[in-house]
């Protein structure tokens, strides 16, 4: 397929063709990421990650050392992450 970067308000865009979408199972209304790489524009279909939970407060009187709230949140939250990244791949 070849397109032409248009502008689109502040921005550009292309278009994609419905083909090429529905041939890498993507529609209108899917949230994507799009990065800068050394060849060229990577567009990636993005899937729901897990809300933050607030661990902390659920997990205090487990922890057998001090751990800061801040602490707590970022090891909760890394976790989070790790376990979809491990449904998502």
Same mark, same amino acid.
């Given at each position: 397929?070849?397109?032409?970067?248009?502008?689109?308000?502040?921005? &550009?865009?292309?278009?994609?063709?419905?083909?090429? +979408? !529905?041939?890498? =199972?993507?529609? @209108? #209304?899917?949230?994507?990421?799009?990065?800068?790489?050394?060849?060229?524009?990577?567009? &990636?279909?993005?899937?729901?990650?897990?809300?933050? +939970? !607030?661990?902390? =407060?659920?997990? @205090? #009187?487990?922890?057998?050392?001090?751990?800061?709230?801040?602490?707590?949140?970022?090891?909760?939250?890394?976790?989070?992450?790790?376990?979809?990244?491990?449904?998502?791949?």
């Amino acid at each position: 397929m070849i397109t032409t970067i248009s502008k689109w308000g502040n921005s &550009q865009g292309v278009r994609i063709s419905n083909d090429i +979408l !529905k041939s890498i =199972g993507y529609s @209108k #209304g899917d949230e994507v990421s799009v990065t800068a790489t050394e060849d060229g524009i990577l567009i &990636q279909k993005r899937t729901k990650q897990p809300k933050e +939970l !607030k661990a902390a =407060g659920i997990l @205090k #009187g487990y922890v057998k050392r001090h751990i800061s709230d801040e602490e707590m949140e970022n090891a909760w939250k890394n976790a989070a992450v790790e376990k979809w990244n491990e449904k998502n791949s």
